[in-house]
C-alpha cells in the first residue's frame, strides 16, 4: 500500500533554497511517474514538477532552472530541490504518485518565503 510522507518545508528567505523529501513507505514506487504539486491559500492546487519511471522530467513554466525534480527508487524517495526561492513559491507542497487504478497524495508541507 501506497503511503507518502513529505519533509523539508520551512521558512526561507527570498533567494534562499530548500530541499523537499517524500519517502513512499509502498513498493510500486518505482514503476510509476511521481511529482509535486502546490497550494497556495485560496488557489487551486497546481503542477510544480514530475518525473516518470526512467527519469524524464517535466516542470511548470513558473520553477524551470529554479527548482530540480529527482528519485531515488532503492530509498522510494522523491526530492524537489529549490532555490532562487520567490515570495509567490510560498505554498502547501503535496507528493504524489500516479498508479494505473490509483492517485495517491502526501499530507503535504508548508513552504513559506518571506523576509
Known amino acids: 500500500q501506497v503511503r507518502l510522507v513529505e519533509s523539508g518545508g520551512g521558512l526561507v528567505q527570498p533567494g534562499g533554497s530548500l530541499r523537499l523529501s517524500c519517502v513512499d513507505s509502498g513498493t510500486i514506487f518505482s514503476f510509476y511517474t511521481v511529482g509535486w504539486y502546490r497550494q497556495a491559500p485560496g488557489k487551486a492546487r497546481e503542477l510544480v514538477a514530475t518525473?516518470?519511471?526512467?527519469?524524464?522530467?517535466n516542470y511548470a513554466d513558473s520553477v524551470k532552472a529554479r527548482f530540480t525534480i529527482s528519485r531515488e527508487n532503492a530509498k522510494r524517495t522523491l526530492y524537489l530541490q529549490m532555490s532562487s526561492l520567490k515570495p509567490e513559491d510560498t505554498a502547501v507542497y503535496y507528493c504524489?504518485?500516479?498508479?494505473?487504478?490509483?492517485?495517491?497524495w502526501g499530507q503535504g508541507t508548508q513552504v513559506t518565503v518571506s523576509s
Open positions: 518525473i516518470s519511471s526512467g527519469g524524464s522530467t
Open positions: 504524489n504518485l500516479n498508479s494505473i487504478n490509483n492517485v495517491y
